[in-house]
């Protein structure tokens, strides 16, 4: 049977099975708006939550012998439970900036697939099938659908009719009502915002739990992340459509967008195509919906920025700035050392910790001072590596940096236009389908056909899959070894220290901070307001540029793999940890993230060991970062040192250096 609407026709069984299929996007829309609409949180571990629930329901069913629905009950009565412990968990971050609760859910989604891998959870057969409580399949020509598409096609609209009946009709609905439109009022209405908050995320955890069980049946194991960031992606789309609050608009788009994934899936058989239609759509879903999106109190979602960059300094102590200044040095100094005592591996480790600590340093820019949350970062290092593979060869490398960064600054101003109209964490949705959109449209394809000119570019990697490049010399000075390379990576890391420190120094982190902090306020003293949003991912762009071209050199082999999305969440997760807005501290954040890993090995469960429950570790109980760590070891150094000083000479010590001044977010920043 076909379906013809005017000149299009398509099989019955591709409508059936985009239904299918957007039924799971939407279970995951209405889960993100549902704690979107309490919290003001994008919840990256909203699919994570489930996959602990299914993999449970596995252990029970097939090691335990249980019954399929006394082990399906076990399992949401898990889900429910780590729903309502993660928000107990993170409620100590909830007053803080929304980008410190969003980077805590990847880190909770991280600790969760690790949870999975201990031995209580994890079943001893990963891959039997899951089970299905019922053998009833049926087809559609020659198309057979499986039980566990029958299943989904009948639970997931009940799923989804309960969840809206329980907000609409239920006394803790009505408080969810209440705390989505003003938090506060809420509770002078007496209610209990806490207690509601615990029982969304409980319920979004049961959500998330069906989710999971229902999908679970078409993949080949369940110890897998739900959420990946294509997917994410899909699922956030649906949300946007439903202004990230009307639960019943984004689950009826979630079944559009799955339909409208068949249906692209069905007559185009190119993937890159594909990619760049969906990200299009979302594109257009951000600026059609940007006046929902913003309207009343959610429009209040960057109140918080001021705790996160607001810090201490001391004011007119010399012996503090010498500290630090030796402190600095003495750093250096290890650094442009360590290459001659290492081994070839630990110099490649050297040149990745300098150039992901550039790549962070681009985004404490962007997000640290101007506030604008963008997950893409990484598709702009791939820009700046697809040119080193381009012109790597041809163009001294002298010359090469600067022009990739001003190409990738280009790009990112381009990227940064609906941060024009759509702020805060909506950036951060289309920059993360930006990254998508590089790996998929952009570097998977190398030359491509340009409409209506009918002209032939090529943009993407030479070689998708595998693309060597040779590392180039630099005023004739070989850097094909790794030692060599460490030095110019370590090289390239101090000269960008040192341009933010002057931006942050001559006013420009000044200019950012006012627009970012208040731009009725900064419009009123005279600050261009869309010039210094563009300035903002100019500056971050130019960075992240020179940034891939070193990234693609010191790999010297690299595929569109390498520039996985998931990839941007490291590096807002080294901002985050560092210390947001903290120069010191994105250097931290990248020594911690990419150095600490690599000292435990290559295992995939011991770097999400050290950076999931690292960054949640990090966030929970040092909120200012590793940076407030290192100052308040100056501070003990330099007090030490006086005390030591005053000792000797015989004077009291001076009650000044036991305080400290707390200074304004516009002028901590940094």
């Known amino acids: 049977m076909r379906v013809a609407v005017t000149a299009v026709s398509f099989p019955t069984f591709v409508l059936v099975q985009g239904a299918i299929t957007g039924l799971g996007y939407g279970l995951l829309a209405v889960g993100l708006v549902l704690v979107y609409r309490t919290n003001r949180v994008l919840n990256f571990a909203q699919g994570q939550l489930g996959v602990v629930a299914a993999v449970f329901v596995v252990k029970c069913y097939y090691d335990f012998g249980f019954n399929y629905w006394f082990a399906l009950v076990l399992g949401l009565a898990l889900a429910a439970a780590v729903g309502g412990l993660s928000e107990l968990l993170l409620r100590r ?345 590089m790996q998929e449209c952009v570097l998977a394809t190398p030359c491509t056909t340009l409409p209506l000119v009918h002209r032939q570019v090529c943009l993407g990697l030479p070689v998708p899959q595998s693309t060597l490049v040779a590392r180039p010399d630099l005023f004739g000075l070989s850097l094909t070894s790794e030692r060599a390379f460490a030095w110019f990576s370590l090289a390239v890391l101090v000269l960008t220290v040192a341009v933010v420190r002057i931006w942050r120094d001559r006013g420009v982190a000044r200019r950012l901070v006012s627009v970012r902090d208040n731009e009725v306020a900064a419009a009123a003293m005279g600050i261009p307001i869309v010039r210094t949003k563009l300035l903002a991912f100019a500056l971050s762009g130019f960075m992240a540029g020179y940034a891939g071209v070193c990234f693609a050199f010191a790999s010297e082999r690299f595929g569109t793999a390498t520039f996985d999305p998931s990839q941007g969440f490291l590096v807002v997760s080294m901002v985050v940890i560092g210390g947001l807005g903290s120069i010191p501290g994105a250097l931290l954040g990248a020594l911690y993230l990419v150095g600490l890993p690599a000292a435990f090995g290559a295992n995939s469960s011991v770097q999400f060991l050290a950076s999931g429950f690292g960054i949640l570790a990090f966030i929970l109980y040092l909120p200012a970062g590793l940076a407030d760590v290192l100052r308040q070891v100056g501070d003990l150094a330099s007090t030490g040192l006086d005390r030591l000083r005053r000792a000797r000479t015989g004077r009291a010590v001076a009650p000044a250096l036991e305080a400290d001044e707390p200074v304004p977010a516009t002028e901590a920043v940094g």
């Open 93 to 437: 971050v909830f007053n803080r900036p929304r980008v410190l609760v969003m980077v805590a859910t990847i880190g909770l989604s991280q600790a969760l697939y690790v949870l999975t891998l201990l031995p209580f959870l994890r079943p001893k057969n990963l891959y039997k099938p899951f089970p299905v409580p019922f053998d009833l399949s049926f087809s559609l020509g020659s198309f057979i659908f499986t039980p566990g598409e029958v299943m989904t096609l009948i639970v997931a609209p009940l799923v989804a009719l309960g969840v809206v009946a329980f907000v609409k009709f239920t006394p803790w609905g009505l408080a969810m009502r209440a705390m989505s439109e003003n938090s506060d009022s809420a509770r002078l209405s007496g209610v209990w915002v806490r207690r509601t908050s615990t029982v969304v995320w409980t319920l979004a955890g049961v959500l998330s739990a069906f989710t999971a069980v229902l999908s679970a049946p078409g993949q080949s194991t369940v110890l897998t992340q739900v959420l990946s960031p294509d997917l994410l992606v899909l699922a956030l789309t649906a949300a946007l459509v439903g202004a990230m609050v009307s639960l019943t608009v984004a689950f009826v788009a979630g079944v559009g967008v799955g339909v409208v994934y068949e249906l692209l899936q069905w007559y185009i058989s190119s993937g890159a195509s594909i990619e760049l239609i969906l990200f299009a759509l979302l594109l257009a879903v951000l600026l059609v919906r940007v006046a929902a999106l913003q309207k009343g109190p959610r429009g209040l979602e960057l109140s918080s920025w001021l705790y996160g960059s607001t810090t201490v300094r001391r004011t007119g102590d010399a012996l503090r700035r010498r500290v630090g200044q030796t402190g600095a040095v003495f750093a250096l100094g290890v650094a442009a050392v360590l290459p001659l005592v290492v081994g070839p591996g630990n110099s490649f480790l050297i040149s990745q910790i300098c150039i992901f600590a550039v790549v962070a340093l681009s985004l404490t820019v962007l997000t640290g001072w101007a506030g604008q949350v963008s997950l893409g970062q990484f598709g702009l290092v791939a820009v700046g590596a697809s040119m080193a593979a381009h012109l790597g060869g041809s163009v001294p490398l002298v010359l090469l940096l600067p022009f990739a960064g001003a190409v990738t600054a280009l790009v990112a101003v381009l990227v940064g236009l609906p941060a024009l109209r759509v702020r805060g964490l909506y950036l951060a949705v289309s920059t993360l389908g930006f990254a998508l959109f």
